[in-house]
């Protein structure tokens, strides 16, 4: 009978362990200030499986939300045009990782309500031309990139008589090119350029006033959630974002922006 019982207590432990639900979040971890890999651990930065940390806007939301809900949480690691493909095959459960809902990214998946909402810019080099730009005409000319498959790179197509550059992969190669002058310029929304000239004080970035700008779909600046197609997990999300108010997800904008890694 002892034995018996001591089996029963540890088939309970053992099912107790492996029914515990943990929450695989898919970013780049590249793209701050929404998401960035540190070499040291934090009060706020998760653990990655290859090594490092990673901490962010996203991260901090993830946190949040998995909180809400009970979920112990797990950051993956993912290049950027893995994402779609890690949600669609199970390997991750959700995306957040600074992306906008779409149309054909919501062809595939399905999108939560946004978590953060944004405008673009134009990120440039303060000494150089375009540093006093106030319209896309004044970018007339000038080399400008966008990151690859991102509805970043498709805007440029508004600015007349543009040099269209190559899309990159990713925002730090962007910034590295503007830096040695390849470039003029590239698309960004304006947390991720604030976030480049807090640690690249060469850099700075252009606003635009109304009329003068990109025009955009509000769900292209929008940032939300990515989810599975009929995923349950979009309403439970949607329950637990609508805790988190609008001057918390800025106060949490405002904290990472102070917090990211030196460029150094």
Not at 89 to 116: H, K, L, Q, W
Not at 211 to 221: K, L, N
């Amino acid at each position: 009978m002892k034995k018996l019982l001591c089996a029963l207590i540890a088939l309970t432990l053992l099912l107790g362990v492996a029914g515990a639900e943990t929450l695989r979040v898919g970013m780049e971890c590249n793209y701050a200030p929404y998401n960035w890999t540190q070499a040291e651990a934090s009060d706020e930065a998760l653990p990655l499986a290859g090594g490092g940390y990673a901490d962010g806007y996203d991260v901090r939301i993830a946190r949040r939300i998995a909180e809400e809900l009970g979920y112990d949480i797990e950051i993956v690691k993912t290049e950027w045009d893995g994402l779609v493909p890690s949600l669609l095959s199970g390997n991750i459960d959700v995306i957040i990782a600074g992306m906008s809902p779409t149309a054909e990214r919501m062809a595939t998946i399905d999108f939560t309500d946004p978590y953060y909402e944004s405008e673009l810019v134009i990120v440039v080099r303060k000494d150089g031309e375009y540093a006093d730009a106030t319209s896309l005409a004044d970018f007339a000319g000038a080399r400008i990139t966008g990151q690859l498959n991102t509805f970043h790179y498709t805007v440029i197509d508004q600015i007349p008589d543009v040099q269209k550059q190559t899309a990159m992969d990713t925002f730090p190669t962007m910034i590295v090119a503007l830096n040695a002058g390849s470039i003029d310029g590239y698309i960004s929304e304006r947390p991720g350029a604030e976030s480049a000239i807090a640690t690249n004080p060469d850099l700075t970035y252009v606003e635009f006033a109304e009329g003068q700008g990109f025009e955009t779909d509000p769900a292209d600046t929008s940032i939300a959630i990515g989810v599975a197609k009929g995923s349950e997990l979009t309403a439970q999300i949607n329950e637990a974002l609508a805790t988190i108010s609008a001057e918390e997800r800025e106060q949490i904008m405002l904290d990472v922006l102070a917090a990211q890694p030196s460029a150094e």
